[in-house]
């Protein structure tokens, strides 16, 4: 009831609904005179069959008649009153019971469960709330980052312009405000001075509003904005955006980078104070079909092999972990070490057969483009005739086609492509397209993009080596702002995790803890006091008030919760 005159207030400030309830209140009006006419001819009758009755008779038998009731106890006796009965029972039917519930539920009852849900969405965030992440809409992005949120104990708010999205977000738990994410008044509410991060993950012209004003609110916050075109990301530096993150051109470079052509060498992903955390793709290298410890790469170099990626799966990797064709070591080390790493494999040939990219969009140009600057020839393939030109910038040879036509990928040189980069925004393409270019040819090298992470397992099954989502990139990059830290896109499902270390574990040892052996994380460092102890060693004790630092997936981040 506390609600009653917020609903009745929002409702009559609408003016659509206003305007409903105006036709609603007319239809009562045209009901009621009919009933009075009704009860009228009704006394006329009765007086030419002779019979008396009282005017609340007259009105009780026309709503008997018109809402079907028919007690009988007042009848005509002739051929006339029956007639009029007929015709108050057909207009009854008519204006009673088709007619009136459905002029209720449109003019009244609709916009007042509309009411109802606008005033449930909550408009501001509760007072003390500090150190929080601002979203501007519920998308995936969102989605994915809210999970780490809460389980490092950040606190976050949505906003959103839907009251009624607003109030079902509210339902389902999500911590959500009612507001324009392009309003003044919507940052005071949600306390943008306060805030820790302004994620704007609107269009890239509402981002560019978004930032203006909530910098004007919050001087000193940090605002992350999401770009789709290249170029807007001057525009958004230039309205303030801390942190411009145009995924899908990112999302094309980290596609090239894990082709294993040009020079070989350890790709770096990712820094961690002294540490440097790299993949090595040992596709048409010596160390397949060896163990982790028959490759002698820490003997030889003082690199640690972390972990393993196998089709999409970042494995634990020990000792006698074996290394196939498609395996890709993921290591840390010192720059220094990852040098000596490089020196040891310039023996082998770079490839000159062209790289084949599907799909000529910004991914696919991006990722073109990045493939050249590192010495591969690139070869693309798109069905839009009106790309040509653009795409012509960007490779070395265009095909204008259908990807799933055999002979436009024959021609493009699949049968000796060394690799394969599929781009299209779509994952059933992607997955289609995957075991097509396998099937043609078994010993390519296939990375793709996908835009669901409950794809991931299929694309994989297809014959993807690696794939990576535009989705997970921001989430990733958003991770690392909020942890102040250096992004590491270790690949789609992985990550580094930044943990508190559990009372049960202070004092033991990282060997007695057996956080690997039980989870399958691999401790790259120990905070504690302000200072980073990297790759330690089993016997490092872990402190109190101290953090563990660790590379995983998100199901071993699980794992290590709820052992811990």
């Known amino acids: 009831m506390k609600f009653l005159p917020s609903q009745l207030a929002y409702l009559l400030t609408q003016r659509e609904a206003r305007r409903n309830l105006r036709g609603f209140a007319a239809y009562v009006m045209i009901l009621a005179a009919t009933i009075v006419a009704y009860s ?101 992005i969102a989605q994915g980052l809210i999970p780490y949120l809460e389980s490092s104990g950040i606190s976050y708010v949505v906003i959103d312009a839907e009251p009624t999205v607003a109030a079902d977000l509210h339902t389902d738990g999500i911590s959500v405000i009612a507001g324009s994410p392009e309003a003044r008044a919507t940052y005071d509410s949600v306390h ?165 990219v599907i799909g000529g969009g910004n991914v696919g140009c991006a990722a073109s483009e990045a493939l050249r600057s590192r010495g591969a020839s690139v070869t693309i393939v798109d069905a839009n005739p009106g790309l040509h030109d653009q795409l012509e910038r960007v490779a070395d040879r265009v095909m204008i086609g259908d990807a799933s036509n055999i002979d436009v990928v024959t021609e493009a040189g699949i049968a000796d492509a060394p690799a394969v980069v599929l781009t299209t925004n779509d994952d059933a393409t992607n997955i289609f397209l995957a075991v097509y270019c396998r099937k043609l040819n078994a010993e390519t090298q296939i990375v793709s993009r996908i835009t669901h992470e409950y794809n991931l397992e299929a694309i994989h099954r297809a014959g993807a080596d690696f794939c990576l989502s535009h989705t997970s990139l921001a989430v990733k990059n958003l991770l690392a702002i909020v942890q102040n830290r250096e992004v590491v896109i270790l690949g789609e499902g992985a990550d580094i995790a930044v943990q508190p270390i559990p009372a049960t574990l202070v004092g033991k040892s990282l060997g007695e803890s057996q956080i690997g052996a039980k989870t399958g994380m691999y401790v790259i460092a120990i905070r504690s006091n302000g200072e980073s102890l990297t790759n330690p060693s089993a016997s490092t004790l872990l402190p109190q008030g101290g953090e563990l630092v660790m590379v995983g997936t998100a199901v071993q981040q699980r794992l290590f919760r709820e052992l811990c």
């Open 40 to 140: 009228l001819l009704f006394h006329v009758i009765m007086e030419q069959e002779g019979q008396e009755h009282t005017w609340l008779t007259g009105f009780y038998w026309t709503f008997t008649v018109m809402s079907t009731l028919g007690f009988g106890d007042i009848t005509f006796h002739s051929d006339l009153g029956r007639a009029f009965s007929i015709l108050v029972l057909l207009s009854g039917i008519i204006l009673l019971l088709i007619v009136l519930p459905f002029t209720f539920i449109q003019s009244f009852y609709a916009p007042w469960l509309q009411a109802q849900l606008h005033t449930r969405a909550p408009r501001k965030i509760a007072q003390g709330i500090r150190n929080h992440v601002i979203f501007c809409r519920y998308d995936e």
């Open 192 to 356: 943008a001075r306060d805030a820790r991060l302004v994620v704007a993950n609107l269009s890239d012209a509402k981002n560019t509003n978004i930032t203006l004003t909530a910098r004007e609110v919050a001087p000193d916050v940090t605002i992350a904005a999401l770009v789709e075109e290249f170029d807007s990301i001057d525009v958004l530096e230039l309205s303030g955006a801390d942190h411009v993150l145009g995924i899908k051109r990112d999302l094309g470079v980290h596609l090239a980078n894990r082709v294993a052509v040009g020079a070989r060498h350890a790709h770096r992903i990712g820094h961690f104070d002294d540490l440097v955390i790299a993949e090595f793709p040992i596709h048409g290298t010596s160390l397949p079909g060896r163990t982790v410890r028959e490759t002698r790469l820490r003997e030889l170099t003082g690199l640690t092999v972390v972990g393993v990626w196998e089709r999409g799966h970042l494995l634990s990797a020990g000792p006698d972990t074996p290394l196939s064709e498609h395996s890709v070591p993921v290591m840390i080390g010192t720059e220094e070490q990852l040098s000596e790493l490089d020196a040891f494999f310039v023996i082998y040939e770079p490839s000159e057969r062209p790289v084949l």
